[in-house]
């Protein structure tokens, strides 16, 4: 599958490929579409997580390093966060080929534009992955991270993302290091076009974390624990929905990791949650919660596509991509979209 | 809408009627951001509102800055939560002594449309999205009896007050049904800094306290959504609703 190179200015126009489990079969379709195929009482569930300006550039010891936020902050004073060291370079080279930095060690200084921050925690995972208590908190802080930080970037995109191009129509609080991207089509008159077809709309805010970090420790280990919030409203839409007889529709691999982390088997029930969420959902996994998901093109090998494989079974997952990829549908984080249907 | 408990992003909030209703949100339990081009009178606002007792943080900014949207939405977000109510309120006069149409400079007459209308359109822009999600939300846009009568030397200043109102208008109109509302709302003359450079001849006494108009504008905010969304307001209508 091609990569699309840079994200499409009209969103309305990403294609869509519409997975059917039930009837084991896959068509093409315009993203639009979605507003016809989901039906009254169905409940879409998004993830409002705006995105971080998560990549920071920085020296320790004179050594020129980037610093990758991994995930919002924890601790009450918001000083705390992880982050992923990476080595000199820019967003030109893919992440496994970047020099390594130089290794971290508790107590050291990272100096940024105007703003600094000491390395108060190495992962026993790799040295690259470690905590920072930046040396400021509240506005000071946020002011100084969106003024020297950037969207974490992608080799394979023919330019850097400003900031407004990877936060979703919906964004909110900045708490994903990476962006929620299977959103980003659902512009505000596609999310109209849904309300009035009768289709609910609800979110979590999920904490997406960093796709590729180059090491391969932290890699074989990403998903990483994701901080997610699912609040009542949510759980009270979930329940609304099922009792309705509508279907429940993930907006990307995100929101099914945070909805079904916050299911409660022993209860039999989906509860409120604002936690870490350490969940990992593929083959065999049953969902309880997610019915069916909007999210981009995956392909074998990818983490997503493993968990699709909870969603629909491999076989007609790998039809439906070869197609798709003969086809000429764009994959990765700005490509296009795929809609894998309630299996009932 | 009920005000406690909600977030609140008031541009301009350093000065006159920006401050003085950052300072009555907060007062009512709003979890407010102000936001500015000037840092000390911002850290001054954001300290009053504190000694008060109410929550309040400070971003500076400048509105006619592209760039500079996402991050104010994003750092106002993070600090308070996803925007309640946008308060369009900044904007500038463009150069001083006001000057007839005639004598203003293309690129004076631009600056002032991309701080006064480009922005608040950016602003509202980036927050809007999440607005309609949760379906709720109030986005109040300062006007200017400018906006509707020609005076001399107001043009550019009354051109983009009067965008801002058609803005309002319009984008109630596209968003009709979504819970979001829209209002603008001509304070009237206030004793402010800005109406002294405007007008320095006027009689200060004669003119309204910011801080009053606060309270009847923030009583507006929390009746919001009786008013049919796209709603202008003159002073005497903002009296009779609020």
């Known amino acids: 599958m091609a990569p699309a190179t840079w994200p499409r200015d009209d969103a309305a126009s990403t294609r869509l490929l519409v997975v059917d489990p039930a009837a084991r079969t896959w068509r093409d379709a315009h993203v639009e579409e979605v507003a016809r195929v989901l039906r009254p009482h169905d409940l879409l569930v998004v993830n409002?997580?705006?995105?971080?300006?998560?990549?920071?550039?920085?020296?320790?010891?004179?050594?020129?390093?980037?610093?990758?936020?991994?995930?919002?902050?924890?601790?009450?004073?918001?000083?705390?966060?992880?982050a992923v060291v990476f080595g000199p370079g820019s967003w030109r080279e893919r992440t496994e080929d970047r020099p390594k930095p130089p290794r971290l060690e508790k107590g050291e200084v990272v100096a940024m534009d105007g703003l600094s921050a000491e390395v108060?925690?190495?992962?026993?995972?790799?040295?690259?992955?470690?905590?920072?208590?930046?040396?400021?908190?509240?506005?000071?802080?946020?002011?100084?991270?969106?003024?020297?930080g950037r969207p974490v970037q992608y080799s394979y995109l023919r330019g850097a993302l400003p900031l407004w191009q990877v936060q979703t129509p919906y964004a909110g609080r900045p708490m994903a290091a990476e962006m929620p991207s299977a959103g980003r089509p659902l512009?505000?008159?596609?999310?109209?076009?849904?309300?009035?077809?009768?289709?609910?709309?609800?979110?979590?805010?999920?904490?997406?974390?960093?796709?590729?970090?180059?090491?391969?420790a932290i890699d074989a280990a990403l998903p990483l624990p994701?901080?997610?919030?699912?609040?009542?409203?949510?759980?009270?839409?979930v329940g609304r929905a099922k009792a309705r007889g509508g279907r429940v529709v993930a907006v990307g691999t995100s929101v099914v990791r945070a909805l079904e982390s916050a299911w409660d088997e022993p209860e039999g029930r989906l509860r409120a949650a604002d936690g870490l969420t350490t969940l990992r959902v593929g083959p065999g996994f049953v969902p309880r919660v997610v019915d069916g998901l909007l999210t981009g093109i995956h392909e074998p090998g990818e983490s997503?596509?493993?968990?699709?494989?909870?969603?629909?079974?491999?076989?007609?997952?790998?039809?439906?991509?070869?197609h798709a990829a003969s086809a000429?549908?764009?994959?990765?984080?700005?490509?296009?979209?795929?809609?894998?249907?309630?299996a009932s | 809408?009920?005000?406690?408990?909600?977030?609140?992003?008031?541009?301009?909030?350093?000065?006159?009627?920006?401050?003085?209703?950052?300072?009555?949100?907060?007062?009512?339990g709003v979890r407010v951001v102000l936001t500015a081009r000037g840092e000390s009178a911002l850290d001054e606002a954001v300290a009053a509102i504190r000694a008060e007792g109410g929550q309040a943080q400070g971003l500076v900014a400048d509105q006619g800055e592209k760039e500079a949207v996402h991050?104010?939405?994003?750092?106002?977000?993070?600090?308070?939560?996803?925007?309640?109510?946008?308060?369009?309120?900044a904007s500038t006069l463009g150069p001083l002594p006001l000057r007839e149409l005639s004598e203003t400079e293309c690129e004076d007459f631009a600056r002032v449309l991309e701080v006064n209308l480009l922005g608040p359109f950016r602003l509202a822009k980036a927050v809007l999205g999440s607005m309609v999600l949760r379906g709720q939300g109030v986005v109040l846009a300062i006007s200017s009896d400018a906006a509707v009568s020609g005076y001399p030397g107001w043009g550019a200043y009354g051109v983009a007050k009067a965008g801002l109102d058609h803005l309002v208008r319009t984008w109630a109109a596209e968003l009709a049904g979504t819970g979001v509302v829209f209002l603008s709302v001509d304070p009237g003359e206030m004793d402010t800094e800005m109406h002294a450079q405007a007008m320095p001849e006027a009689d200060r006494s004669a003119l309204a306290r910011p801080a009053a108009v606060a309270e009847r504008i923030a009583d507006l905010v929390g009746s919001a959504d009786r008013l049919p969304s796209g709603t202008r307001l003159d002073p005497a209508g903002l009296s009779r609703v609020a």
């Open chain 2, 1 to 28: 809408m009920n005000l406690a408990g909600r977030s609140a992003l008031v541009t301009g909030g350093s000065r006159g009627l920006g401050r003085a209703l950052g300072a009555e949100l907060a007062r009512r």
């Open chain 1, 120 to 148: 108060v925690g190495v992962s026993p995972l790799s040295a690259r992955l470690v905590d920072l208590r930046f040396d400021r908190e509240g506005a000071g802080l946020w002011a100084a991270l969106f003024r020297i």
């Open chain 1, 187 to 216: 512009r505000l008159p596609l999310l109209r076009a849904l309300r009035d077809r009768g289709v609910r709309l609800a979110s979590v805010t999920h904490a997406a974390g960093l796709s590729s970090t180059g090491d391969p």
């Open chain 1, 226 to 237: 994701e901080r997610s919030e699912v609040r009542a409203p949510t759980v009270e839409a």
């Open chain 1, 328 to 342: 000429g549908y764009l994959g990765h984080e700005f490509g296009d979209s795929s809609l894998v249907l309630p």
């Open chain 2, 71 to 89: 991050p104010l939405v994003g750092a106002a977000a993070a600090l308070v939560g996803p925007v309640d109510l946008l308060v369009l309120n």
């Open chain 1, 304 to 322: 997503h596509f493993e968990l699709l494989q909870a969603f629909a079974p491999r076989p007609l997952l790998e039809d439906a991509l070869r």
């Open chain 1, 48 to 82: 409002d997580a705006a995105t971080l300006p998560a990549s920071l550039s920085g020296r320790v010891r004179e050594h020129p390093i980037e610093i990758r936020l991994a995930g919002p902050p924890d601790g009450d004073d918001g000083r705390h966060w992880p």
